[in-house]
Structure formats: structure tokens, C-alpha cells
């Protein structure tokens, strides 16, 4: 079906929230009790004030599906309502309204819900996206995507690539923050700037443990500048009620893309994504992608290698599965699937080279990274695929990160708006 007639025909499938999934079978629940604070998102706090913030403004606003109001109304639906709609939306990855899979969009449109033209800024550089903004009559840039926490989730950088176009041509950039899903602690190796490319463009470690708030702050002061200039006008409007490690906010779950369906999902993505290098399936294809890793002919024994290890916050199952697309797809595999026990203790980044040099050790013949290299751009650098190809253990692999890690926190903190 074409895909216009599929989001006319689907407008109201379209707007139904999407609800958070249960935990895995058998994991603890560590959503806990209500909380008694109540945590409002930047989007949340202007649209109680009928968006008059942006009263005389022409607006574009960068989102996707994950922008929405507690009740699950879209914030540029929630715009039109109150009377204020925007110039134009702009569509990152998977789309405005979310119809397109991993690495692909859904090309310029004009909204049927609201008739509001939609540009496709998937893939834009700066240059092609100040043209669309410019082109739109934009003066004010608004982004509000729920981000997952991981370098390489590319909506951070399209936040990015957004604040380059808007600072070409003057505009104010307002961003509506959100809390961090995996919470405020950065983990991991920082990238390398001479593996840059759209997975990943600047020197962030890859669990930054920054809200997008805080990561603007940090770009306009750290990379901007010598990137084509800084936002002069920069505005996050901050999340009240939240602290940064809070990982029970009250917030409805919305898919941020297809394959992070759940609230688990997000929490092991920063760390199981690095499968995406492996000729392992990292779960695509699946209920569960990112919590279900494996490829045929593995068996129960990786599994109880990993338990074997008392990484702390996890346990792993054996798990079979057979993928509908990606790698392996229609073919049966074995693996494991992760099963959160204590979020506040489970290191993503470590737990994912715990699994790689356990999977190496186990099964050598079926082992191997994808021949492009891919997970050089996805850790960073080179550095992971030679030191497990070299027999290096998993404490010296994160060993080998733990000086940038420091320098990171020492760059990241004057731009934290959150205890």
C-alpha cells in the first residue's frame, strides 16, 4: 500500500498510544509502587500554558511518535488544538508519525491529521536542512524526541545536525526536555572522532547519561563552535520532578522506534546494539529485539557461561527464536535472552563485552564480526574488535576506556541540569 494512502487510511490507528509492555517473564519488577512526585516533561509544562511561549512564532518542530502529552496526545496535535500550530514538522528516522523501519523515513508530505507540511530530515545535513527550514519560514526550532541514552541512537544527532541548520540561519532552538530512560550514569568508550558517521559524530561515550536537554547544552558549548557556530538563542526547557537517575517516572512508554519496544529493551540497548557488528542476530525480527541475541547453532551453554559470571543486574536464559527479517530471518537460532533484575546495578556496556568474549570462547567457528567493520563506528574505535580478536578479557577491555570515561564526566558536568 502506498504509504500516504497507508497514514489517510490509518490516521486514527495512528494516534492510538502505544502501551508499555510487561516485564520479561520471570524478572523482577523494579517499576516499584507510584511514585508520590509527579514528573512533567518541557512539553507537558507548555502545553498547560496553551503553548503561548511560542504566541507570534513560526515553529518547526523535530519529533517523532515518542512526543507526546502524559495523555498521549501528540504535541503537535496538542499545537493545532490550542490553536497554535506549527509552520512544519520534520521527520527524523523511522518518520513523523513512526511508519517507517530501522534506517529508513517517510519523505516530505503533508500530514493528514492536521495539513501540516512534513519534511523528511532523515539523512539532511545541515546545509539541506537550513534550506527546509528555510524554506518552511521557520524562526524557532523545537525538538522533542525521547531519546534511549546510546551514542549510537541516531536521533541525538539529528538534535545535532537541527542546531547546526537553525544557528546558519538565526533561529532560537527550544528544546522540550525528557528524563533519560537508562538514567543519568555515562558509561562505555568514547568515540573516536576518525570513526564519525551517523551512528555516532562526536567525542560522547556510549551510555552518555545526559537527557537531550543536557546534551544541547553540551554540543552548543562543546562542538558547535567549531562546527559551524553556536545556537545563540538556546533554550531547554527543563523536566520537573525527575532526578537523574530516576528510572520510575510515571511517563507513558511510546516505542522510540520499532525495535526498542519496551522500557527493558532501552535499558540493555546501550550495551546489546553492539551486536549489530556481530554476524549474530542482535534480535531483530523478534518480539524482543536487543534483549534476545543468538544465531544458529548456538546452544544453552553460552547462557550458563554468562551466569556463571554473577554480572551483576542480569541473568540470561537460553533462549530459540526463528527472526521474520534481518539476519537469520526464517531460520531457527539459539541464544540467549536477558532478563533485568536489578536495573540500577546492570552495566550495559560491560555486560555486552562480557557476552562478546563469552560468545568468542564458546563457539570460535561460529563466531565473527560483520566484514564492514561495523563495530568499529558502533564502540567507537577499533580498539574493541582488536583486543577481543587479540584474547583480551572483558576487565581489560573496560579498563582500556576508563580514562576517557573520566574526561568525559569532566566535559559533561558543567552542563548537568539534574541531581
Not at 511518535?65 to 523511522?94: C, I, K
Not at 522540550?176 to 543519568?184: A, E, S, T
Not at 562478546?356 to 574493541?384: H, M
Request: with cysteine.
Amino acid at each position: 500500500m502506498d504509504r500516504r494512502h497507508f497514514l489517510v487510511a490509518g490516521a486514527g490507528a495512528l494516534a492510538v498510544p502505544a502501551l508499555s509492555a510487561p516485564a520479561p517473564a520471570g524478572a523482577e519488577d523494579h517499576r516499584g509502587p507510584s511514585r508520590p512526585r509527579r514528573v512533567e516533561t518541557g512539553a507537558e509544562q507548555l502545553a498547560a500554558r496553551g503553548w503561548d511561549r511560542f504566541a507570534g512564532r513560526r515553529v518547526g518542530v523535530v519529533t517523532n511518535p515518542t512526543g507526546v502529552l502524559r495523555d498521549h496526545t501528540h504535541v503537535v496535535d496538542s499545537m493545532v488544538a490550542a490553536g497554535r500550530p506549527p509552520a512544519a514538522a520534520f521527520g527524523p528516522e523511522h518518520g513523523f508519525r513512526g511508519t517507517a523501519q530501522a534506517g529508513g523515513s517517510e519523505g516530505d508530505y503533508r500530514d493528514p491529521r492536521t495539513g501540516i507540511p512534513v519534511y523528511d530530515a532523515y539523512g539532511a545535513n545541515a546545509t539541506k536542512l537550513a534550506g527546509m527550514f528555510t524554506k518552511a519560514g521557520v524562526d524557532t526550532v523545537v525538538f522533542d524526541i525521547a531519546d534511549v541514552g546510546a551514542r549510537f541512537y541516531t536521533y541525538i544527532w539529528s538534535m545535532y545536525t537541527a542546531m547546526q541548520a537553525a544557528a546558519a540561519i538565526g533561529a532560537e532552538f527550544v528544546v522540550l526536555d525528557r528524563p533519560n530512560p537508562v538514567g543519568g550514569t555515562s558509561r562505555g568508550p568514547q568515540l573516536d572522532p576518525a570513526h564519525a558517521t551517523g551512528v555516532g559524530r562526536k567525542p560522547v561515550v556510549q551510555q552518555h547519561g545526559l537527557t537531550v536537554g543536557e546534551l544541547a547544552l553540551l554540543f552548543n558549548a562543546e562542538f558547535l563552535p567549531d562546527d559551524g557556530g553556536r545556537v545563540e538563542r538556546l533554550d531547554v526547557v527543563e523536566v520537573r520532578g525527575w532526578r537523574r537517575d530516576d528510572l520510575d517516572t510515571g511517563l507513558p512508554w511510546v516505542p522510540p522506534s520499532p525495535n526498542v519496544p519496551t522500557r527493558d529493551t532501552a535499558l540493555v540497548y546501550p550495551g546489546t546494539c553492539l551486536f549489530e557488528g556481530l554476524v549474530f542476530s542482535e534480535g531483530r525480527g523478534t518480539t524482543r529485539p536487543f534483549e534476545t541475541i543468538g544465531a544458529p547453532g548456538l546452544d544453552w551453554r553460552w547462557a550458563e557461561d554468562l551466569n556463571a559470571l554473577g554480572l551483576p543486574g542480569v541473568r540470561f536464559r537460553e533462549a530459540y527464536f526463528t527472526p521474520t527479517f534481518h539476519k537469520f530471518a526464517n531460520q531457527l537460532c539459539g541464544g540467549v535472552a536477558l532478563h533485568l533484575t536489578d536495573p540500577s546495578r546492570f552495566d550495559a556496556p560491560r555486560t555486552a563485552v562480557a557476552m562478546i568474549v563469552a560468545a568468542k570462547a564458546r563457539y570460535p567457528d561460529r563466531f565473527g564480526w560483520r566484514p564492514d567493520n561495523w563495530i568499529d563506528k558502533l564502540s567507537g574505535s577499533d580498539r574493541l574488535r582488536r583486543m577481543v580478536d587479540a584474547g583480551a578479557g572483558t576487565d581489560e577491555v573496560v579498563g582500556a576506556w576508563q580514562d576517557e570515561l573520566a574526561a568525559f564526566e569532566r566535559t559533561r558536568r558543567p552542563h548537568l541540569r539534574y541531581r
